[in-house]
């Protein structure tokens, strides 16, 4: 079982900016894939930002040159760096790990439980 724990959300200006945080524990061999998705109430959960376990990252089209994805393997944590803040970016935003547990398991993927980001105009 793997637990993943955000914290960072909360209400900001537009403009502004929030780092958030995600802590990975549990039975945790090696993490593959972290990332960023977020959802609007009533609309699909969409990707924001994701990392590999070698520091590649994507984002989506609609958070470039502001967001930031970073990671700590050691700590098995991931962290979103959220600049010029938009109302459009007002999401629950929540954290995925993609791990296996021992060498020979498959990958599996884990969520958060999420963390409101409000960003006001």
């Known amino acids: 079982q793997v637990q993943l724990v955000e914290s960072g959300g909360g209400l900001v200006q537009a403009g502004g900016s929030l780092r958030l945080s995600c802590a990975a524990s549990?039975?945790?061999?090696?993490?593959?894939?972290m990332g960023w998705y977020r959802q609007v109430l009533g609309q699909q959960r969409e990707l924001v930002a994701r990392?590999?376990?070698?520091?590649?990252?994507y984002y989506a089209d609609s958070v470039k040159g502001r967001f930031t994805i970073s990671r700590d393997n050691a700590k098995n944590a991931v962290y979103l760096q959220m600049n010029s803040l938009k109302p459009e970016d007002t999401a629950v935003y929540y954290c995925?790990?993609?791990?296996?547990?021992?060498?020979?398991?498959?990958?599996?993927?884990?969520w958060g439980q999420g963390t409101q980001v409000t960003v006001s105009s």
């Open positions: 995925y790990a993609n791990h296996r547990g021992t060498s020979w398991s498959p990958y599996t993927d884990s």
């Open positions: 549990g039975r945790i061999f090696r993490i593959n894939l």
């Open positions: 990392i590999t376990s070698d520091s590649s990252t």
